[in-house]
């Protein structure tokens, strides 16, 4: 049974920090491709950040370069969003996801994951 746990959502003050992360219940997780994704009131779901298996070159949604940076631990499958200078218009459900890495390749942005977590809150204010 396939579980993407998150965790981290909280409410700040614009400008703040928070770390999301997301624990992920995968036998293989080393060969699933991971990103986050957002979905806020009204709007649809966007992606924030993908990352490959190995965990390098990671794909950011242009508007969010600089501010989030996407990690994972293969030794712990989990994944981690670092969030720094939040904005209001950072509020919204956010979601990990996961698509298997066929034939060991990711395609970023990530392209119909497999499995979603079921989301965590963040609010800036």
């Known amino acids: 049974h396939v579980q993407l746990v998150e965790s981290g959502g909280d409410s700040v003050q614009a400008g703040g920090s928070l770390r999301l992360s997301c624990a992920a219940s995968l036998n293989t997780y080393s060969r699933y491709c991971m990103g986050w994704f957002r979905q806020a009131p009204g709007k649809e779901r966007e992606e924030v950040a993908s990352?490959?298996?190995?965990?390098?070159?990671?794909y950011y949604a242009d508007s969010l370069k600089g501010r989030f940076t996407i990690s994972r631990d293969n030794t712990k499958n989990t994944l981690s969003l670092q969030m720094n200078s939040l904005k209001p218009e950072d509020t919204a459900m956010y979601y990990c996801a996961a698509r298997w890495a066929s034939a060991g390749y990711c395609p970023l942005p990530l392209v119909e994951p497999n499995y979603w977590g079921q989301g965590t809150q963040v609010t800036v204010s």
């Open positions: 990352i490959s298996t190995g965990g390098g070159s990671p």
